[in-house]
């Protein structure tokens, strides 16, 4: 149980995401909304995760558009690693704006579901 001096653990997030993939809800009527969700918590858990380790070398980021600043510091880094990861964020973030806020998905939604959580598998590991 999180208290207010221990910060939360973004990665948690993430395996939320793969709980929800492995054991979805049996109601079929709620599968696109439940990978849809895992989407979201997968970029949310890369893109903070990705976040707080990039401001502990550089410090905080601030104005409008973190989410472009945090994958840009990535894409943009020397470590092709970081560039890596970068572009994995991109594309993490490009899938979780369409299943936030489009009523048509380009992808199956399944499919988005595991591709995302792969991709912010990748995004953790690539920045360790």
């Keep these: ?17 793969k709980q929800l993939q492995q054991n979805p809800i049996p109601n079929a009527l709620y599968q696109t909304a ?10 949310y858990g890369a893109f903070m995760y ?18 472009e600043q945090v994958i840009d510091y990535y894409s943009y ?6 560039r890596k990861a970068g572009t994995f964020l991109k594309t993490l973030k490009d899938k979780r704006v369409e299943c936030d806020y489009f009523d048509h998905l380009t992808e199956d939604p399944k499919s988005m579901a595991d591709i995302s959580i792969k ?8 920045i360790l």
Excluded: C
């Design 77 to 82: 880094s020397e470590s092709k690693n970081h």
């Design 50 to 67: 990705a976040r707080r380790r990039a401001e502990r070398i550089k410090g905080a980021f601030s104005g409008v558009n973190i989410h």
């Design 1 to 17: 149980m999180q208290t207010q001096s221990s910060p939360f653990d973004w990665e948690e997030y993430i395996e939320l995401a």
């Design 119 to 126: 991709l912010a598998d990748n995004i953790i590991n690539l």
């Design 34 to 43: 439940l990978y849809r969700a895992i989407v979201s918590r997968a970029y």
